[in-house]
C-alpha cells in the first residue's frame, strides 16, 4: 500500500491566490482527515469525512476554507483566498474499522502564502 | 469538549528510561492513543489504549488510568533515533481525534 498521498509537497502562493491541496487516502479506510500544524497552535483538526460524508467542519477557521470528498479515493481542501495567516503543514490522514484509532497520515503539504 | 496536557519538553540520555505523562479532560471517553512525529515528518501511529494498564510494544509502553484521566508513554533504552515530538490524542465516539500540544524529546548522547 502507498500510504495516504498527498500533493503538492510544498506549495508557495502569493496573498489573495487561490490554493486547492489533495489527498487520496488508504484504500478502504472510510475516515479522512484534515489538520493543520503550526507551531503556535500545534495539530488542529480542519474537517473529517466518514464515507464522503462531511462529519465535523467545526474547525475549519472561515469561510475561505472548504474541503470535499467526491469518493472514496480523493479529497480536496481548498483556501480562497489566501492569507499569510494561512501558512502551516497541512497534514491528511486516514482511518478504517480495522484500524482502531491508529490513523495514517500523509506526508503533508507545506504552504506559504507570502 | 477535549483537552489534553502534556510537557512541552523532555531531555534523557541516549540508554535511558523516559516517561511522558498526559492528563486530559474529555465529555465522553473512548481511549488514549499516542504518535511520534520527527522533525519534518508526519506523525505515525505508536498505540491505543482503552482500558486500564499498561501495553508493551517492543522498546515502548503506553499506560492509562481512566480513574485518574492519564496516561504515559515510556520510552526505554533510549536512541538518538527516538528525538521527536510525542502527542498523545483522544478519539470522540464518531472517530475524531483531538490531539494535545506535543512534547519535543531529545536524546542526548
Known amino acids: 500500500d502507498a500510504g495516504v498521498i498527498q500533493s503538492p509537497r510544498h506549495e508557495v502562493t502569493e496573498m489573495g491566490q487561490e490554493v486547492t491541496l489533495r489527498c487520496k487516502p488508504i484504500s478502504g479506510h472510510d475516515y479522512l482527515f484534515w489538520y493543520r500544524q503550526t507551531m503556535m497552535r500545534g495539530l488542529e483538526l480542519l474537517i473529517y469525512f466518514n464515507n464522503n460524508v462531511p462529519i465535523d467542519d467545526s474547525g475549519m477557521p472561515e469561510d475561505r476554507f472548504s474541503a470535499k470528498m467526491p469518493n472514496a479515493s480523493f479529497s480536496t481542501l481548498k483556501i480562497q483566498p489566501s492569507e499569510p495567516r494561512d501558512s502551516a503543514v497541512y497534514f491528511c490522514a486516514s482511518g478504517g474499522q480495522g484500524t482502531g484509532y491508529g490513523y495514517t497520515f500523509g506526508s503533508g503539504t507545506r504552504l506559504t502564502v507570502v | ?109
Open chain 2, 1 to 109: 469538549g477535549q483537552s489534553l496536557e502534556q510537557p512541552s519538553e523532555v531531555t534523557a540520555v541516549e540508554g535511558a528510561i523516559v516517561q511522558i505523562n498526559c492528563t486530559y479532560q474529555t465529555s465522553g471517553f473512548y481511549g488514549l492513543s499516542w504518535y511520534q512525529q520527527h522533525d519534518g515528518g508526519a506523525p505515525t501511529f505508536l498505540s491505543y489504549n482503552a482500558l486500564d494498564g499498561l501495553e508493551e510494544t517492543g522498546r515502548f509502553s503506553s499506560f492509562l488510568s481512566r480513574s485518574d484521566s492519564y496516561g504515559y508513554l515510556l520510552l526505554q533504552e533510549l536512541q538518538m533515533k527516538d528525538s521527536a515530538s510525542y502527542f498523545c490524542a483522544v478519539p470522540s465516539n464518531t472517530g475524531k481525534l483531538i490531539f494535545g500540544q506535543g512534547t519535543t524529546l531529545q536524546v542526548k548522547p
